[in-house]
Each structure stands twice: as structure tokens, then as C-alpha cells.
């Protein structure tokens, strides 16, 4: 299967000597193109290094990381801003939207910043896809928490990304209005084929991808296929995440 994101013993060590800590230990993983994939593991299992090194945000101590193809540890950081602003989305559980910008610039930004100039017919597509239609000329304080971060989406989609990250990106919503941001991110998947990877801590949420990662003291433990909020709880609690 095409792979989207390739880590190769992938491992990343905080500090040094005696203090050193772990987050990941030679973690060998393919990520498949088109898919949506979540990331789970009790806290401190690595769940966030492992999003950081895939989306080139962090720089592993050891082992290979390709985004698309392209080997990630030979890049200068300014060629890793470069492809992470060309070829990456993120969405997060803050919203990390520019208060003073409109909606539509919000969405924009990452195009005005690369000097791209916008598909026009693209750029209306993902705003009508991820419901803000007539909303484009509002700030973010005008809007809820749930359009906010369909506002976040679409920012993330609007480069046509290889890959969107998630990092717990419904953690700071209400269970209704997660429950629609992850149907927009189910759909985004199965209408255009766009790659999704998100961290999360709830198997509702988790159960809305097709596979599931479980990580454990920084290694992949298990995989799961069309997951289910319950078989994703009880996993979980084998991993010792809830006692």
C-alpha cells in the first residue's frame, strides 16, 4: 500500500546521561496514503513525539522519517518550515486562529505566506465542505468553538496537503460538536482521498478511523483495524491507561 508518512527505527531521547528520557524506541511504522489513522497510548507513551517526528516538527535522534517519499533528516529547518507549510496540515486542540483576521483570510494564510496564489473554485470547495459558507467575512470571536476549528480545517486542507495531523483536535470541544468535526475529518478522507493522523485520547474519537496505532513507553504495541469505541476502551485499558 502507498505510504503517506514511513518511520524507520525511529527513536528520540530528551536529555542526556542519567537524565535522559525515552519518548520514542525504534518505532518502524507505514502510514497509508488516503487513509485516516489515530494515534493512541496512555499518557507519556509518546503519542505527541510520535505526531511531532512524522510531521518533521521535532528532529528524531535516530532513524528515518519520510514524508511523501521525501527523507526528512537530511533537511535543513528551513526547508522542514518550507514542506511543512507546502506539503503539511495541523490542526490542533487550540485553534490557533489570528484573532484579527476574517475567516477567510484565517484560511488563506498559509497560501499569502507561501507566496501562492489561490485556487479561487478550491478555495470555495473546502469552505462550503467544512460548513462555513456565508460565515467567511466573520472574526473567530464571532463564531463557536466547533466553527472555529472547522475554520482550522479548512486552513489545514486549503494547501492540498499530503498529510493533515491532528493533535487531540476535538479535546476542547463538547461531545456533539466533536462528534461533527470528526465526521467532517471521516469525509474529508472518503470524498478526496486526503491523509489524516490523529493523536486522541478518546476512543469515540479514535473509532471514527480506519486503523488505529496504540504506543506504549514509546513503541507501537498493537495495531487496529475498523475500530470501535468499545474494542478501542478496552485496549486501552490493557495498556494500563486506566486502572
Known amino acids: 500500500m502507498d505510504e503517506a ?3 524507520d ?3 528520540k531521547v530528551y536529555g542526556k546521561g542519567s537524565g535522559a528520557v525515552a519518548a520514542l524506541r525504534e518505532v518502524t511504522t507505514g502510514i497509508p496514503r488516503g487513509r485516516f489513522t489515530a494515534v493512541m497510548g496512555p499518557s507519556g507513551s509518546g503519542k505527541s513525539t510520535f505526531l511531532h517526528c512524522a510531521a518533521g516538527l521535532d528532529t528524531p535522534t535516530s532513524g528515518s522519517v519520510r514524508l511523501g517519499g521525501t527523507e526528512l533528516s537530511a533537511m535543513s ?13 495541523f490542526v490542533f486542540q487550540a485553534f490557533n486562529l489570528v484573532s484579527s483576521l476574517t475567516v477567510m483570510q484565517n484560511i488563506t494564510l498559509p497560501l499569502r505566506l507561501a507566496r501562492t496564489r ?10 462550503a465542505r467544512v460548513g462555513l459558507t456565508g460565515r467567511t467575512g466573520h472574526r473567530p470571536a464571532e463564531l463557536s468553538g466547533g466553527q472555529q476549528q472547522r475554520v482550522a480545517i479548512a ?5 492540498r496537503p499530503d498529510v493533515v495531523f491532528g493533535d487531540e483536535p476535538t479535546g476542547a470541544l463538547d ?7 470528526l465526521t467532517l475529518l471521516r469525509e474529508t478522507v472518503d470524498a478526496t482521498g486526503q491523509t489524516v493522523v490523529m493523536v486522541t485520547h478518546d476512543p469515540v474519537a479514535a473509532s ?14 498493537d495495531t487496529m483495524d475498523a475500530p470501535s469505541s468499545e474494542r478501542v476502551a478496552a485496549r486501552m485499558t490493557r495498556l494500563g491507561a486506566w486502572n
Not at 489561490?118 to 478555495?123: R, Y
Not at 461531545?175 to 468535526?181: G, I, K, L, Y
Open 5 to 7: 508518512v514511513r518511520m
Open 9 to 11: 527505527t525511529v527513536s
Open 77 to 89: 529547518e528551513t526547508e522542514l518550515t518550507e514542506l511543512r507549510r507546502d506539503r503539511v496540515g
Open 118 to 127: 489561490a485556487d479561487q473554485a478550491w478555495v470555495d470547495e473546502v469552505v
Open 155 to 159: 486552513r489545514a486542507l486549503v494547501t
Open 175 to 181: 461531545t456533539m460538536t466533536a462528534r461533527e468535526v
Open 208 to 221: 471514527y478511523a480506519d486503523t488505529v496505532l496504540f504506543l506504549a513507553d514509546g513503541r507501537v504495541v
